[in-house]
């Protein structure tokens, strides 16, 4: 099958509206920019978590319709559809963990990988006001393309805050002192104590595992009949917390089919646990470890849980 048509070869082209225009025409440079940022949304695709991915693949779709649209086809770009992005940007902002000042793209591959998609989508919106004096651009697609790159940037974040492996420099950078260590150990045993007693007081037997801001354990105790099953589930519950920067319960909220960490479970060897009893510690405002709880329901562990976090903030 032949690919070229050589009818292009003067500088000119065509689309289903319009005839022999030059080739650095707006609406070309939009249509080759659009072009641009749905590859690029290809290659972000691949490194990130299946519930992102999906998010992704559907605005490709989007991008496809709406190149059709700018080239003469159906319209795509309406009032539905920017709902509809409005809502998604709504759905991502509620996983993603507060932040402030300008963002330095790199932390995670993925969202480097889509920061460049923001801007390439800030440019498409940049071309589509230039081909607007043309004709054929319409308000609703200028708005659509600047919902797209508000997506794109919260997408990015998203991906950034979730775990991650670090470079050997970073691992390197982030070891604590040994007076540190010593003194979080000391707390998480004193932690995991009293968890354990607060649980035995509502005649429950569990684990109590917590970890530093990293991910790395530092204490796990076990009563006597806990379950042995739950030694590895209280590790995992401390690592997502501490690894997400949320309540496991909220993992769980957001790891449904249709939200943004859809499929978050199957990344990490299998660690990230989407069920109550998993909290970080929170002291002067930092995350600065988690805690998880296993052994009973997950109602209960969750209790359990939001109970030691509480008096983590408060008491140690």
Known sequence: MKIYTKAGDNGRSSTLSRTALPKNSPVFELLGTLDELNSFLGLAKGKTTEGISKIIEKLQQNLISLSGE?????????KEEID??????????????EFSGFVLPGETEAGALLDVCRTVARRAERAAV?????????????????????????????????????SSNETAASVPSSATVDGFCNLAESLCRKVREYARSKGVRVVVAVCDAGGNQVCMQREDDAFVASVDIAVNKAFTSAG????????????QPGEPLYGIQHTN???IVIFGGGEPLVKNGAIVGALGVSGGTAEQDTAFAEYGAAYFEKEM
């Open 130 to 166: 230039a081909a607007q004096t043309r004709g054929g651009i319409t308000k609703e697609t200028l708005a659509w393309l600047n919902r797209l790159s508000d997506l794109l940037y919260l997408l990015a974040r998203l991906c950034d805050a979730l775990p991650h492996e670090k």
């Open 70 to 78: 700018v080239a003469g086809a159906k319209k795509f770009a309406s």
């Open 244 to 255: 997400l920067k949320m309540p496991t319960k909220e993992v769980g909220r957001l790891s």
């Open 269 to 271: 060897n299998g660690r």
């Open 84 to 97: 509809s992005l409005e809502k998604s940007i709504d759905s991502v902002s509620e996983a993603v963990p």
